[in-house]
């Protein structure tokens, strides 16, 4: 009896023990099974895809130019017709009036009644805008004189410029041919691709009278009192004026501007 009487509590005890193991091993085997949290599946973080900076195009592609026989035009002095009062008459003596200085690739100066750009840095593109005024219509002429310059460097015009995204290039090439640009946003186009030019001889120094006459969408190009080309484009209206020069092939560029004239057109 006292082997009973010890011997009962400790059975008591041990199935009250199994019973509560086997109760909370049943709970856990109806329980729905858990991933551990260190191996739970991350829902990936979209990326942003950065979209590449639009590079400015300044100047279009252009085939390579074909070399064609020099032809003598007969001047046509005729279209250009007369034209008014003068708007503006600039012998470039006032630094304050031109976007002036050096870069990395060149630099625009002002000499005796000249405005000068010189270029060391193959491929390079300088240009310099007057301040003053906005001009809609008009009739410009400017005298350029390439002292360095060859091959298919060019230098020349620009107009109604009305941000530096935005204008008319007129454009004479060291080799003799002229064309017309028109940059929109930074993008250019051309109105009037690469002629050849037959009042002025290749190469350099050289001089040469640029001349055009604005009237609306109708604008007419020369060079030398000779006629090149008319291009009618609704595009740009009003802007500045400047001058620009670039190197296309590996040597310098240095082109002078000199006796700027503006007049109203009749």
Known sequence: MIL????????????????????????????????PPEVLEKTPTPTTTITPTTTV???PVTATPTIVPTIINTP????IQEQGDIILQDNFDDPNTWLLGSTSSGNISLGVNELTIAIAEPGAYEYSIRSEPL???FYIEITTSATLCRGEDQYGLLLRMSSPGNFYRYALSCDGRV??????????????????????????????RLEVRLQGTEMQFFVNDQYQF?????????????VFARSVGNSAVTVNFSDLIVRQVN
């Open 230 to 242: 008319t291009v009618n484009d609704p595009a740009l209206q009003i802007g500045n004026i400047g």
């Open 4 to 35: 009973l009487g010890k011997w009962l509590p400790m059975v008591q005890t041990n199935w009250k023990y199994l019973i509560l193991s086997y109760g909370l091993l049943f709970l856990s085997a109806c329980l729905p099974t858990q991933t």
């Open 76 to 79: 046509t002095t005729e279209i």
């Open 179 to 208: 064309r017309l640009d028109r940059v929109i946003q930074g993008s250019a186009t051309s109105p009037q691709p690469w002629i050849q030019n037959n009042a002025i001889p290749p190469g350099a120094p050289v001089a040469a």
């Open 135 to 137: 001009l809609g219509d």
């Open 57 to 59: 195009e300044w100047f």
